[in-house]
């Protein structure tokens, strides 16, 4: 008899297809949440500027708190910014001033003493040779003068720049490095001063069409006078808001592998939503280089003007390496 074979052998002689897992697809990735930027419509000033937020800036020191660290500063220095200072007098006086111009002075305030008498007389006298000796060229007023004066103040202020930087390295520095090594941004460092230049020009434009309407006598009426004045004020503020970055984009092309416009853009970034209060900053330095000539200027043409004139130039020359600390300082205060 054949034999037959049981339930539980019969059905695990049967195969049971397998059947393959299906992949779970993965779950869409989120797109990070982006602040929508408003579309820029070309008749809506208000959408022309792409709104970022500021950043949370640390707060600048004091305007007096800058300008007292860069006395301090030059000073712990004097021997080396003193001779870089002395080179800048000598060329600027052999290349550009000349050894004349005190005689000018002294008959201006002789015909102005004829104006007035007494001590407040003279005293009115002597300021406002002051205010001449601030408002006249210091050059000869020859175009070869010009671009000596303008030669000279590029490579002083790349050679004053690199030694503050160094300086505040704790690097021990030589006058004669300053002239060697600091003038190898000179090439990035004219072009942002051109840039610099170039922004000046509505500011210029601006006073020169006010000058021109009002010397002419083409506007008569005050609106017609107060039109002219706010378009004066419109192009200055717009030179202003953009030299503001330019200033700085000075000291960040003297940094190695800089070009002109990665320094201005790093320079707007630095500035960007504290203008005003970098305004403030800077409109303390020459009201205060010019109160210290003040008080130093008007006693000296009130007793001994020709020596006031050279003491003059002195204070200008001075003057220099004063600004770039101060703008330097506060740079370094920004970042």
Known sequence: MPKTSSPQVAAKSKRVPVTKARPVAAPPRKRPRTLRVAKRVWYKPLTWRNKQPVPAYRPLPKARKLF???LRQLWSQKRLFGGIV???GALDLLMVRGFGGSNDVTDIKGILDTLGHGFGGKLLSASATFLTLLTSPNSSGTEA???YQGILLLICSLAFIWAFRQTLAQHKVRIRDSFYQGLYPLAVFFLVFLLLCVQLLPLILGSSLYGTVVSN???VYWWEKAIFIAVFAV???????????SVFALYVATLPEMTPLAAYRSARKLVYGRRLLIWR??????AALLLLAALVEVPLIFLLTPVAV???????????????GY????????L
């Open 86 to 88: 002395f080179i800048y």
């Open 217 to 219: 006598g083409i506007v």
């Open 235 to 245: 192009a200055g503020l717009w030179s202003l808001r953009m030299v503001t970055a």
């Open 281 to 286: 900053k800077i409109i303390f330095l020459p």
């Open 310 to 324: 050279w003491v003059f130039f002195g204070l200008s020359v001075v003057a220099l390496p004063i600004v770039h």
């Open 327 to 334: 703008l330097y300082n506060l740079y370094r205060e920004m």
């Open 145 to 147: 003068a010009s671009m």
């Open 68 to 70: 007292m660290l860069t």
